[in-house]
């Protein structure tokens, strides 16, 4: 993964003492709260129902054991023993006072983290695929990309005052693991049609929120040495011409549907013109330099087949082990490796949060298998990449002592959940709650799994952190006159058939949201066909038969 | 004399004409003139060459209008090499990005303490990405 160099560690310790020196003026009273409010956002920090909650960047998704090792300390030392990993990779401290937060980002900065840019209406953390560079798929790896994006953006000075937050997701797949539908702009790594090459399919206005919007596409294929000078030249136009008299129409997807993709290209190509082989043109070196840091590590040569065999035997013997392998691991390039998901889904803790004890216990498991990295994923879940399966097992053994080997991973069950009322300031509803209803009523694992691959996404509001428009069955947390209730939409899907998924009809209380849930599967599986996903079924059916079923008056 | 910030020290402000809108500005001006821009009217909206211009001044009407960053930048890659000042509602802690945006001065609209604020132009040392007050990337010079 990426190293800083002095020069990184200079800008990012300069940017704690920055916020030291802002927040002690903010704590005498010499910047008033208004001015205060996008400083802090900038550096990660809201200020909650309960506490102030703390956004740390992992950029990209990609972190060290060491780091984790400080994240556990700093949520034993600065919050109350557990950390949540939020839908952008990201990490969140929902206890921290705001005096300690210049210590905490010392702290970060001492193993090269930070929280910049993680909130406010500047250009957030770049996702990527929690796979990259190890899927059996992937054209290239997208992660170098993501770093050179990092850096570009990275205290930016032209595009710290937005007309909204801004994001960025990268793709090197075939299948789509990084929502870059979903996203201001979409960067997916494609060959040219005749040449071969790769560049990068430019896709913008996509986005969640308020207003569901699949991106479109600007650039159907840009040489790689122009992305720089091309994303400037998108972000100058929004900049520009972005809405902001209304919050809620101020993001890209609303101008890019407001002028037409065609108009706006038009915009784009014409400040691109200006900067289009200028000083922040790539260089070979720097591209070179980059992928320098997403070398494969040491891999041995391994006999890919026996070890498969082994952990069949294994699984055969230890059918719960098996059951496991199943469900969590996933192929991997190199024969003899697996890649494995560490579920943070286990019934009874909310969906994403990890205490200081188990993050401390991953970071020995990377440190044992997994070369000492690991991935945050925007399912909410750990990624470690490369496991040797002959290491399967006992890893395995190890995670499920600590309860995080709940084989879940894809299902049901694997609740995509946003913090929620519990937590957050802006939430309409409890989304924490209904994730843990559906869990326990859904508590056999045969039953969810029979149903096949199933995105469940929950929101606390419109703001869509639990990404709810693009679950197969979304639940949107809504506020009716002070009371709590949940809209129900199908049909939504992040992969690369995107889609928004529709509102099923009038929303429901707490209290009948398993019941909910329980009549729609009930549905799907009376009318599925073979072994259709419950995706594919709705695609073939339609809204109506679930809402027939739900809203059926009782006899 | 008001005081302003200017190339890094507090200084009396200078500009003794009128500052103009940029629809009461001629084509071709006998004098150096002064423009003042804001939000949704850019540099596209002065009539005139930029090489008449001898002072542009930058109405924030708010600190979080982000708009008169992307002016200030796109007025020095045109070419001019005058006065840019920030006026209006901006704040100190983004006199960093304002200058290297291409803001040389800044005219608070609420009074602050000038040479307190002058630590804010230096809150970073070196930058990741080219812009005004460094045209080159940081990749070109590592």
Same mark, same amino acid.
């Given at each position: 993964?990426?190293?800083?160099?002095?020069?990184?560690?200079?800008?990012?310790?300069?940017?704690?003492?920055?916020?030291?020196?802002?927040?002690?003026?903010?704590?005498?009273?010499?910047?008033?709260?208004?001015?205060?409010?996008?400083?802090?956002?900038?550096?990660?920090?809201?200020?909650?129902?309960?506490?102030?909650?703390?956004?740390?960047?992992?950029?990209?998704?990609?972190?060290?054991?060491?780091?984790?090792?400080?994240?556990?300390?700093?949520?034993?030392?600065?919050?109350?023993?557990?950390?949540?990993?939020?839908?952008?990779?990201?990490?969140?401290?929902?206890?921290?006072?705001?005096?300690?937060?210049?210590?905490?980002?010392?702290?970060?900065?001492?193993?090269?983290?930070?929280?910049?840019?993680?909130?406010?209406?500047?250009?957030?953390?770049?996702?990527?695929?929690?796979?990259?560079?190890?899927?059996?798929?992937?054209?290239?790896?997208?992660?170098?990309?993501?770093?050179?994006?990092?850096?570009?953006?990275?205290?930016?000075?032209?595009?710290?005052?937005?007309?909204?937050?801004?994001?960025?997701?990268?793709?090197?797949?075939?299948?789509?693991?990084?929502?870059?539908?979903?996203?201001?702009?979409?960067?997916?790594?494609?060959?040219?049609?005749?040449?071969?090459?790769?560049?990068?399919?430019?896709?913008?206005?996509?986005?969640?929120?308020?207003?569901?919007?699949?991106?479109?596409?600007?650039?159907?294929?840009?040489?790689?040495?122009?992305?720089?000078?091309?994303?400037?030249?998108?972000?100058?136009?929004?900049?520009?011409?972005?809405?902001?008299?209304?919050?809620?129409?101020?993001? &890209?997807?609303? *101008?890019?549907? @407001?002028?037409? !993709?065609? %108009?706006?290209? /038009?915009?784009?190509? +014409?400040?691109?013109?200006?900067?289009?082989?200028?000083?922040?043109?790539?260089?070979?070196?720097?591209?070179?330099?980059?992928?320098?840091?997403?070398?494969?590590?040491?891999?041995?040569? &391994?006999?890919? *087949?026996?070890? @498969?065999?082994? !952990?069949? %035997?294994?699984? /055969?013997?230890?059918? +719960?082990?098996?059951?496991?392998?199943?469900?969590?691991?996933?192929?991997?390039?190199?024969?003899?490796?697996?890649?494995?998901?560490?579920?943070?889904?286990?019934?009874?803790?909310?969906?994403?949060?990890?205490?200081?004890?188990?993050?401390?216990?991953? %970071?020995?498991?990377?440190?044992?298998?997994?070369?000492?990295?690991?991935?945050?994923?925007?399912?909410?879940?750990?990624?470690?990449?490369?496991?040797?399966?002959?290491?399967?097992?006992?890893?395995?053994?190890?995670?499920?002592?600590?309860?995080?080997?709940?084989?879940?991973?894809?299902?049901?069950?694997?609740?995509?959940?946003?913090?929620?009322?519990?937590?957050?300031?802006?939430?309409?509803?409890?989304?924490?709650?209904?994730?843990?209803?559906?869990?326990?009523?859904?508590?056999?694992?045969?039953?969810?799994?029979?149903?096949?691959?199933?995105?469940?996404?929950?929101?606390?509001?419109?703001?869509?952190?639990?990404?709810?428009?693009?679950?197969?069955?979304?639940?949107?947390?809504?506020?009716?006159?002070?009371?709590?209730?949940?809209?129900?939409?199908?049909?939504?899907?992040?992969?690369?058939?995107?889609?928004?998924?529709?509102?099923?009809?009038?929303?429901?209380?707490?209290?009948?949201?398993?019941?909910?849930?329980?009549?729609?599967?009930?549905?799907?599986?009376?009318?599925?066909?073979?072994?259709?996903?419950?995706?594919?079924?709705?695609?073939?059916?339609?809204?109506?038969?679930?809402?027939?079923?739900?809203?059926?008056?009782?006899? | 004399?008001?005081?302003?910030?200017?190339?890094?020290?507090?200084?009396?402000?200078?500009?003794?004409?009128?500052?103009?809108?940029?629809?009461?500005?001629?084509?071709?001006?006998?004098?150096?003139?002064?423009?003042?821009?804001?939000?949704?009217?850019?540099?596209?909206?002065?009539?005139?060459?930029?090489?008449?211009?001898?002072?542009?001044?930058?109405?924030?009407?708010?600190?979080?209008?982000?708009?008169?960053?992307?002016?200030?930048?796109?007025?020095?890659?045109?070419?001019?090499?005058?006065?840019?000042?920030?006026?209006?509602?901006?704040?100190?802690?983004?006199?960093?990005?304002?200058?290297?945006?291409?803001?040389?001065?800044?005219?608070?609209?609420?009074?602050?303490?000038?040479?307190?604020?002058?630590?804010?132009?230096?809150?970073?040392?070196?930058?990741?990405?080219?812009?005004?007050?460094?045209?080159?990337?940081?990749?070109?010079?590592?």
């Amino acid at each position: 993964m990426y190293v800083y160099d002095q020069v990184d560690q200079r800008i990012i310790d300069e940017r704690v003492a920055q916020f030291r020196d802002q927040t002690q003026r903010f704590l005498a009273g010499d910047i008033a709260e208004e001015h205060f409010l996008p400083l802090r956002l900038q550096n990660g920090l809201y200020v909650q129902r309960l506490a102030p909650m703390l956004r740390i960047a992992v950029p990209y998704g990609m972190m060290n054991s060491a780091q984790l090792r400080k994240l556990a300390e700093i949520s034993r030392n600065f919050d109350k023993g557990y950390a949540h990993i939020s839908t952008r990779q990201n990490v969140q401290l929902n206890w921290p006072e705001l005096a300690d937060v210049p210590d905490i980002l010392a702290e970060l900065a001492s193993v090269q983290m930070h929280a910049v840019q993680t909130s406010g209406n500047c250009i957030r953390n770049t996702t990527t695929d929690q796979f990259a560079g190890v899927a059996v798929d992937e054209l290239e790896d997208p992660r170098p990309w993501c770093e050179i994006i990092r850096q570009w953006s990275t205290f930016h000075p032209e595009f710290a005052f937005l007309p909204r937050k801004f994001k960025i997701a990268v793709c090197g797949t075939e299948s789509d693991r990084a929502a870059i539908h979903a996203h201001d702009i979409g960067l997916e790594l494609v060959p040219h049609p005749d040449s071969g090459e790769i560049g990068f399919k430019v896709l913008a206005g996509g986005g969640l929120g308020r207003t569901p919007v699949i991106g479109s596409v600007v650039c159907e294929w840009l040489p790689k040495k122009h992305l720089i000078t091309y994303l400037e030249a998108i972000l100058r136009v929004y900049n520009q011409l972005g809405r902001r008299d209304n919050k809620y129409k101020a993001r &890209i997807k609303i *101008l890019v549907k @407001a002028m037409g !993709v065609e %108009a706006f290209r /038009e915009h784009v190509e +014409e400040q691109w013109k200006a900067l289009k082989d200028g000083p922040s043109t790539l260089t070979d070196a720097e591209i070179d330099r980059c992928k320098g840091f997403f070398t494969e590590p040491a891999y041995k040569q &391994i006999d890919g *087949l026996a070890a @498969a065999a082994t !952990v069949k %035997a294994q699984g /055969e013997q230890n059918p +719960e082990f098996g059951n496991w392998v199943t469900r969590n691991t996933v192929a991997h390039r190199v024969p003899g490796y697996r890649i494995v998901n560490i579920s943070l889904k286990a019934t009874g803790y909310a969906p994403g949060d990890i205490s200081d004890v188990q993050m401390e216990a991953v %970071a020995d498991f990377a440190d044992q298998y997994a070369f000492g990295e690991l991935r945050s994923t925007h399912q909410q879940n750990l990624v470690l990449a490369d496991v040797e399966q002959e290491h399967l097992f006992d890893l395995w053994q190890k995670l499920d002592a600590l309860g995080l080997a709940t084989a879940n991973i894809g299902y049901l069950t694997d609740v995509i959940c946003c913090p929620g009322g519990d937590y957050c300031a802006l939430a309409n509803a409890k989304s924490i709650p209904v994730a843990e209803a559906i869990q326990d009523r859904f508590d056999n694992l045969d039953y969810v799994y029979d149903l096949g691959p199933l995105d469940l996404n929950i929101s606390g509001c419109m703001n869509a952190c639990g990404h709810h428009h693009i679950g197969h069955i979304g639940v949107l947390g809504v506020d009716k006159k002070g009371a709590e209730f949940y809209q129900v939409s199908l049909g939504g899907s992040q992969d690369k058939d995107a889609s928004i998924g529709k509102i099923l009809g009038p929303s429901f209380q707490q209290e009948d949201m398993a019941d909910v849930i329980e009549k729609l599967l009930t549905t799907f599986v009376g009318l599925r066909q073979s072994e259709e996903s419950f995706l594919d079924a709705y695609r073939r059916v339609g809204l109506e038969p679930f809402k027939e079923a739900v809203y059926a008056k009782a006899d | 004399m008001p005081k302003l910030i200017k190339d890094g020290r507090v200084v009396d402000d200078q500009w003794q004409g009128e500052i103009l809108q940029p629809e009461q500005i001629p084509e071709s001006p006998a004098a150096p003139v002064a423009v003042q821009l804001e939000p949704g009217q850019g540099p596209a909206t002065i009539p005139c060459a930029l090489s008449n211009l001898g002072l542009v001044t930058i109405f924030f009407p708010a600190f979080t209008d982000g708009r008169c960053f992307s002016y200030a930048r796109e007025l020095r890659e045109s070419g001019y090499t005058g006065e840019i000042r920030a006026t209006g509602h901006f704040i100190r802690d983004q006199l960093f990005y304002l200058q290297r945006c291409g803001f040389n001065a800044f005219q608070f609209a609420e009074e602050v303490d000038l040479d307190a604020c002058l630590a804010s132009l230096s809150d970073f040392s070196e930058s990741y990405q080219a812009a005004v007050d460094q045209p080159e990337p940081l990749f070109l010079r590592r």
